[in-house]
């Protein structure tokens, strides 16, 4: 069951999230591939594979440890970002309003939402991402991989306040889908990102009213340490230029709104089906039975 939902999320991010191109001029098509340097041969040739490329055919960089760590440093606990470079990432460049197509494999703790929502954070609007490992690994590190290809395919450096904030966004996110799951926990996210205009003008106390009032909507009861590290995370967003990304969360929004809708008449339907079976398997157990009787 939750191997359909996921084939929906993918469908739906991929056909609904319509958003806004980036300033920045971008061939479409342009691609590229980051390999995390401490990988092997054999293990470079399977991540090539998991991405449908032929090595060779797309221009290669390379990502390592100390790149990682520039954006990691602080955020997570230093054991988690570990001491190689692995994760590896696969993008290519879209049309204008194609939006975001995230793909992950071997990536257990981000998903595909959390990431789309980062890397719009960050300035990426229009891409095929695909995210890979030779075993399994967190996918914390993969957004630098991301970032450094993005740049090299438009020869503009993304804004650096942009890309820390996106990598804190990925971290808040994903811890929070822990506890309550990585729909809610994005689309909680994205509620404050909506409001970034009225947050700016609110004092800390305040904001924490908001942020917990949002969570309510949605079920959830916030830690006092979740609340206070999402109204930090909006803090620094209100610092970005936020004209274009406000009108991006609403676009999202809606199709994680879809995904709810589509997920909850799976499940729906599933029960249904189970009650039918029930029924029927305690149909025939009492008629046996009533004979042996």
């Known amino acids: 069951?939750?191997?359909?939902?996921?084939?929906?999320?993918?469908?739906?991010?991929?056909?609904?999230?319509?958003?806004?191109?980036?300033?920045?001029?971008?061939?479409?098509?342009?691609?590229?591939?980051?390999?995390?340097?401490?990988?092997?041969?054999?293990?470079?040739?399977?991540?090539?594979?998991?991405?449908?490329?032929?090595?060779?055919?797309?221009?290669?960089?390379?990502?390592?440890?100390?790149?990682?760590?520039?954006?990691?440093?602080?955020l997570v606990d230093s054991s988690?970002?570990?001491?190689?470079?692995?994760?590896?990432?696969y993008i290519k460049t879209l049309d204008e309003d194609a939006g975001l197509s995230i793909s992950t494999n071997n990536i257990n703790w981000c998903t595909a939402e959390i990431?789309?929502?980062?890397?719009?954070?960050?300035?990426?609007?229009?891409?095929?991402?695909?995210?890979?490992?030779?075993?399994?690994?967190?996918?914390?590190?993969?957004?630098?991989?991301?970032?450094?290809?993005?740049?090299?395919?438009?020869?503009?450096?993304?804004n650096e306040a942009a890309k820390e904030t996106a990598t804190n966004e990925l971290i808040i996110t994903s811890e929070l889908a822990d506890e309550i799951g990585s729909i809610d926990a994005t689309e909680i996210v994205n509620a404050l990102k909506e409001i970034l205009d009225e947050t700016v003008t609110m004092t800390d106390a305040e904001l924490l009213e908001e942020i917990k009032q949002i969570a309510?909507?949605?079920?959830?009861?916030?830690?006092?340490?979740?609340?206070?590290?999402?109204l930090e995370l909006v803090r620094q967003l209100e610092k970005l230029d936020n004209s274009q990304l406000i009108a991006k969360v609403k676009e999202v929004q809606d199709s994680f709104k879809k995904l709810s809708e589509a997920s909850n008449t799976f499940s729906n339907l599933m029960s249904g089906i189970k009650n039918f079976f029930s029924s029927v398997g305690n149909f025939f157990s009492n008629l046996f039975g009533g004979k042996k009787n």
């Open 80 to 89: 988690a970002i570990g001491t190689r470079s692995i994760s590896c990432v």
């Open 115 to 158: 990431y789309q929502n980062a890397l719009m954070t960050a300035g990426i609007y229009d891409a095929q991402v695909k995210i890979s490992a030779p075993f399994a690994v967190s996918g914390t590190a993969a957004l630098t991989g991301i970032y450094k290809a993005y740049e090299d395919i438009t020869g503009e450096k993304l």
């Open 216 to 230: 309510n909507e949605y079920a959830v009861n916030l830690t006092d340490s979740q609340a206070q590290q999402l």
């Open 1 to 74: 069951m939750k191997k359909i939902i996921s084939l929906i999320l993918v469908v739906i991010l991929t056909a609904a999230c319509i958003v806004p191109a980036c300033a920045a001029d971008i061939n479409s098509g342009e691609e590229r591939v980051v390999i995390g340097v401490d990988i092997s041969g054999d293990e470079i040739a399977q991540v090539y594979k998991d991405f449908g490329v032929e090595r060779g055919s797309v221009t290669e960089l390379t990502v390592t440890n100390s790149e990682e760590r520039a954006y990691l440093e602080g």
